[in-house]
């Protein structure tokens, strides 16, 4: 069975760091790009950031830019993302999104899919 | 950015009758292979969101088939043929064709009369 499981939620004051983690099973993950997408309380859905495969190819949203780092072990199949300098606004469900596309090869490029999203965590910032 | 435009924003909807749910874009979804990357999600209450059609017409695996997509360039539809309760939720359509910039709809939350 395809799974996404992410982690490292928490409560976190202003200006602070936390590192959320998405373990993947089921799949070859190696073989996917992987996304991060947003929820706030109560609204929809933001993408945050994206990255490829093999970690060419890393995309942020312009309110995390600079804030946030993407990265990926492809040996542990886990995702994770970096979240420094933490605003209120940063406040939100975070689930990892699995891809097909989101990349370019020598000869062509393909779109973003989503197909398979995590459970979520929770990031609470607040003093 | 891409901007999503669902309509409407609420919907209550009688148990066994139809419901539909359109989504425009600000630009065209098509994309240079020719396929046009725009997703519908469900929502249902306190779960993540879930796939329900890729591609603008393209049901997932396991999805009921009184879902169904369609649409082309800017204009999309999502139908239910028949509510069933287990349909209450919020649902987002997504374009992928303008990455990384990926965009969603504001969400049309789907309720029984």
């Known amino acids: 069975e395809v799974q996404l499981v992410e982690s490292g939620g928490g409560l976190v004051k202003p200006g602070g760091s936390l590192r959320l983690s998405c373990a993947a099973s089921g799949f070859t993950f190696s073989s996917y790009s992987m996304n991060w997408v947003r929820q706030a309380p109560g609204k929809g859905l933001e993408w945050v950031s994206s990255i490829s495969s093999s970690s060419s190819y890393i995309y942020y949203a312009d309110s995390v830019k600079g804030r946030f780092t993407i990265s990926r072990d492809n040996a542990k199949n886990s995702l994770y993302l970096q979240m420094n300098s933490l605003r209120a606004e940063d406040t939100a469900v975070y689930y990892c999104?699995?891809?097909?596309?989101?990349?370019?090869?020598?000869?062509?490029?393909?779109?973003?899919?989503?197909?398979?999203w995590g459970k979520g965590t929770t990031v609470t910032v607040s003093s | 950015d891409v901007v999503m435009t669902q309509s409407p924003l609420s919907l209550p909807v009688t148990l066994g009758q139809p419901a539909s749910i359109s989504c425009r874009s600000s630009q065209s979804l098509v994309y240079s292979d020719g396929n046009t990357y725009l997703n519908w999600f469900q929502q249902r209450p306190g779960q993540s969101p879930r796939r329900l059609i890729y591609?603008?017409?393209n049901r997932d695996s396991g999805v009921p088939d009184r879902f169904s997509g369609s649409g082309s360039g800017t204009d999309f539809t999502l139908k239910i043929s028949r509510v069933e309760a287990e349909d209450v939720g919020v649902y987002y359509c997504?374009?992928?064709?303008?990455?990384?910039?990926?965009?969603f709809g504001q969400g049309t939350r789907l309720e029984i009369k």
């Open positions: 997504m374009q992928g064709t303008h990455w990384p910039r990926v965009t």
């Open positions: 591609k603008v017409s």
């Open positions: 999104a699995r891809d097909r596309g989101g990349y370019c090869s020598s000869t062509s490029c393909y779109a973003v899919d989503m197909d398979v």
